[in-house]
């Protein structure tokens, strides 16, 4: 079956610094991605969509600047995490989607990457 | 926009019994996707089982099936013979396949299974 990876599982960064997490589909090519944010023992909120050379869409309340989204091949896309405070601690997950021929509207997800700031 | 509710926080049971977990939904679209994912402590997501609303066979996967009733916008999950690893939490989602295959997810039901 189709393999979505992130990178890193785990980081820790200090306050103020920027951290960057990756995820990539490994046997196909993903046409859109989208980033969530998972706190402890709530659901998966939706922070941006991305589609391979275009902008990312973001949700409602989420900050452009802070959580920046790039999508610049159809293998990876990039969550920078930018001037990082310890409220941004969190548990992020990707997913992806490829060619609706391919996936059929499945959605892959990554294995996920916990955030800590301190 | 739609909106996904489970009303179940927690569940738990003993193994081999069965469970049902409670979804409900709201939305104007005719046609989109109906999932169930379970999330273990490893976090990572895995796809239990998947309706498509055009489709009035509810779908059945092994130990898991669906009852899906499209007029009342419900959608629960039976879990068969329970083992000690379906303790996990269950997510229920909603997709419209015409959009951007964005997930809408509902809260979750964390179960539990006793041996």
């Known amino acids: 079956g189709a393999v979505v990876s992130q990178h890193p599982s785990w980081v820790i960064c200090k306050s103020g610094t920027s951290v960057k997490i990756e995820c990539r589909s490994l046997?196909?090519?993903?046409?859109?991605m989208f980033w969530y944010r998972q706190f402890p023992k709530q659901s998966l909120m939706l922070m941006a969509t991305?589609?391979?050379?275009?902008?990312?869409?973001?949700e409602q309340g989420v900050e452009k600047d802070k959580f920046l989204i790039n999508h610049a091949s159809l293998t990876l896309s990039t969550l920078t995490v930018t001037s990082a405070h310890p409220e941004d601690s969190s548990f992020y997950i990707c997913?992806?989607?490829?060619?609706?021929?391919?996936?059929?509207?499945?959605?892959?997800f990554g294995e996920g990457s916990w955030l800590t700031v301190v | 926009a739609q909106t996904v509710t489970q009303s179940q926080p927690e569940m738990s049971v003993q193994e081999a019994e069965t469970v049902t977990l409670s979804c409900t939904y709201d939305t104007s679209e005719s046609n989109y996707y109906l999932f169930w994912y379970k999330q273990p402590p490893s976090r990572q997501m895995i796809l239990v089982i998947r309706?498509?609303?055009?489709?009035?066979q509810n779908a059945t996967e092994n130990r898991f099936s669906v009852n899906f009733q499209k007029a009342a916008k419900s959608f629960s999950l039976k879990i068969s013979d329970s083992q000690l690893g379906d303790t996990a939490m269950y997510f229920c989602?909603?997709?419209?396949?015409?959009?951007?295959?964005?997930?809408?997810f509902g809260q979750g039901t964390r179960l539990t299974i006793n041996p």
């Open positions: 997913s992806a989607s490829g060619d609706r021929a391919f996936s059929g509207n499945t959605i892959y």
């Open positions: 989602a909603f997709m419209n396949p015409q959009g951007a295959q964005k997930l809408v």
């Open positions: 991305s589609n391979e050379g275009s902008k990312a869409t973001y």
């Open positions: 309706q498509e609303a055009y489709k009035q």
């Open positions: 046997d196909f090519q993903a046409t859109t």
